[in-house]
């Protein structure tokens, strides 16, 4: 199994453009996390799916954010306009929940760079 | 706020030597989680202890939870310099059908040779 997969693994974009992160989740997961990662707040929930319904956007820092998921192998996190204050690491996730108490399973992550 | 917070922040050991991370949570859980991240990469999950149970091994790795004191403690055993990363503990929360993981900021692991 080739675990998550995301790309690009590395952006740098000025402000103002548009940003778009893709991730592959394992086969057979029906659950996807979106993080990002900084060193002042840590590692952020953004978003998740469940079968791949938007089911807690809370996480999500404003409406320049949005993701989407219109199939169980793919989903993507636009960032439209991206600022200097986004730049950070995301992670995608995902898991097999059934009962819950399911350790999820990371990407290798997208650095991404806003100058 | 962080449900779960580590401590210390930075631990530096030896190698050969045990590492003892602790973490605390606010709310009610179903399990908690440990993590463990290497520089420049994603999570790697270690270990899971549900909140009904007190104690689990997993080969060098030993996991604690008080859920009377809401805290956690991560013990690794005769560490190797190969175990230097940041290690994160992570609580799911009990209640409703929302199975998402809440990270502390972790505690950065460094094992001298």
């Known amino acids: 199994d080739a675990g998550v997969i995301q790309s690009p693994r590395h952006e740098v974009t000025e402000m103002g453009q548009e940003v778009t992160l893709r991730c592959k989740p394992i086969?057979?997961?029906?659950?996807l996390f979106w993080y990002r990662q900084t060193m002042m707040r840590g590692l952020e929930l953004l978003i998740y799916?469940?079968?791949?319904?938007?089911?807690?956007d809370s996480g999500m820092p404003e409406d320049r954010f949005s993701a989407k998921m219109p199939n169980a192998s793919f989903s993507t996190l636009k960032i439209q306009p991206s600022e200097p204050r986004d730049s950070a690491v995301y992670f995608c996730a995902s898991s097999l929940i059934v009962l819950g108490g399911i350790q999820q399973y990371f990407g290798p992550g997208t650095r991404l760079t806003v100058t | 706020s962080q449900q779960g917070e580590e401590d210390p922040q930075a631990l530096s050991i030896q190698e050969g030597e045990n590492a003892t991370m602790n973490c605390s949570y606010k709310t009610s859980i179903n399990n908690l989680q440990w993590y463990r991240q290497n520089s420049g990469r994603g999570l790697v999950h270690l270990i899971l202890?549900?909140?009904?149970?007190r104690e689990k091994h997993s080969g060098r790795l030993r996991v604690t939870l008080d859920t009377s004191k809401k805290s956690s403690s991560l013990l690794i055993t005769a560490s190797r310099a190969a175990d230097t990363a940041s290690y994160f503990c992570?609580?799911?929360?009990?209640?409703?059908?929302?199975?998402?993981?809440?990270f502390g900021k972790g505690t950065l692991l460094t094992v001298n040779p």
């Open positions: 992570a609580t799911e929360n009990s209640g409703g059908s929302n199975y998402k993981l809440t």
């Open positions: 086969s057979g997961h029906n659950s």
């Open positions: 799916f469940n079968n791949n319904v938007p089911i807690d």
């Open positions: 202890i549900r909140s009904n149970e």
